[in-house]
């Protein structure tokens, strides 16, 4: 009855339908009681897949936010798919990375591949998504963010896939082996019913196809150098009791000071899981430069000189020019006087008359 129990429990979880719109308003709600909301974001990444990508699953959408060549894979967990990831925008992008986002096996619109598996195909689906990012971005940087179930998906990876390719891990509550972690979930204060759900529980799991074994050794945690895992002691759904057993061998690892929930210490301890990351990944926020409005003064700008062109000169038009008042000058007509004709009196000559001639005889 307890290994039914256990079973029947984690089906329902699994079997449970998250649309993109309940994954976009859980976000909301989370981040408005903790005084924060997403209107001042670039959500238009949302709109329709950047790109369509073949797997070996079939055809998977790839949801891209920013422009930038530095990127980060999203790798969500249960009950949730690629609407979750507004969450890592706020601290992302103003960091100068894109973030890529998908619906994980068994999630959205991955559902056509099936149901859940809780890390197994998933670590695959992670692998075909990572070389197409690689591909057809060619990035500068490459970081994998994997929370809960996208934790353990990150964990299987690195077991079959090792971690060549990828710069850096992010693991927020993930788990190293599933079927460990959901007998302390199921009973953490009795610990003598863990050994009696060990009796049929395993059978359930392997009927339902869900992962049994640990995907990796305890050894193999302390040759990853470039993982960082994030847990919170009160994490009710991946027990610290469960993290604890593997991360202490690895090198990179944060507990959370301040009380929070399941991956959700981007929100009620954001200041710690910012400041957590800056360090990890070496980065910090680029602020946008601020534009202030410019002073209007009346300043006479230098005339500009108009180029000269050679045109044959013209004869300027006389204008009348006006007085100070603006009035037309009066043109006073000339006074004309008749010129005096003087008479010249002339005496007339006395002509003498000659005697003629007379001839001699």
Known sequence: MISFYIWKRVSEKLNTKVTYQDSIDFENRIAKENGYNFDHLDLSGLDKPYKTIKTRFGDLNLFKHGNSKKVVVYCHGVLSNNRNAIKLLDYFIPRGYSVIAYDNFGWGESEKFGKCTLGVKEADLL??????????????????????????????????????????????AGYNSFFENIVNDSFPMFWYFMYLSYLFLPLFCLASKWPIKRFNRLEDFEKWDNVLHIHSKQDELVSYRHAKTFIEHLKNTHIYEQPTVHCLGIYYARDEHYKVLDSWLNVQRIEPKEVKPMETKTMKSPAKKAPVKKTPAKKAPVKKTQSKENKPMEVKPMEVKPMEVQTIKTEPKEVKQETPIEPKE
């Open 127 to 172: 692998k075909d998504v990572i070389d197409a990012v690689k591909t057809n971005l060619n990035p500068e940087e490459l970081v994998v963010y994997g929370e809960s179930m996208g934790g353990g998906t990150v964990y299987n990876y690195l077991h079959k896939y090792s971690n060549q390719g990828v710069d850096k891990f992010i693991v927020d």
